[in-house]
């Protein structure tokens, strides 16, 4: 079988993001914030015609770093000679070819430079951000805990993930004769 992956980062932290809220005419609207520059990143792996996806948490990212991620990714995924996947990147530094070692079963693909709205992976973020949006915290624990769970919620729920990333042009799974 062969099937089409598409995979981003996505970098999150103790700035807080903040979004419009409600409050009450000739009152200003208060969001607790205390900027630091610590950083989680997300990686998600998604496949659009399925829903299935695979997120991964990190506290950095490097060449190196994607290699360990992209190995247990095509672990879970079950990648090699029954399961070929062509996974969709950017051109992250980090994603380039020299030097990395790209597990059997997986094949990069990479999109043109400056589009993103080619990279389904890129809509689900705003998803991601639901429960952290207009909140503070203190550490990058209570972070952490947080998207955690937020990624095994949306890791559950594969029609909404299908639902937001199979773009119309995506194509489905092949099994080759």
Known sequence: MIEAFATDEH???????????????????VAT??????????????S??????????STGV????????LALFACEAG???????????????????????????IRLVYLPPYTPELQPAETL?????EPIVNRHFNSLVE???VVAGQCVALNADQDRIKS???FHWWPDRVVPN
């Open 11 to 29: 970098r999150i932290g103790l700035k807080p993001i903040l979004r419009r809220i409600w409050a009450p005419r000739g009152e200003r609207p």
């Open 164 to 166: 937001q990333t199979n």
């Open 62 to 69: 490097s060449k190196q770093d994607f290699e360990d991620i």
């Open 33 to 46: 914030g205390h900027h630091r520059f610590e950083w989680l990143y997300v990686t998600t792996f998604v």
């Open 143 to 145: 972070l952490d805990a």
């Open 125 to 129: 973020w705003v998803h991601l951000d």
């Open 79 to 105: 990648a090699g000679r029954n399961r070929i996947i062509l996974l969709v990147l950017d051109n992250a530094g980090w994603h380039s070819p020299p030097g990395l070692v790209v597990p059997e079963g």
């Open 48 to 57: 659009p015609a399925t829903g299935e996806s695979f997120w991964y948490l």
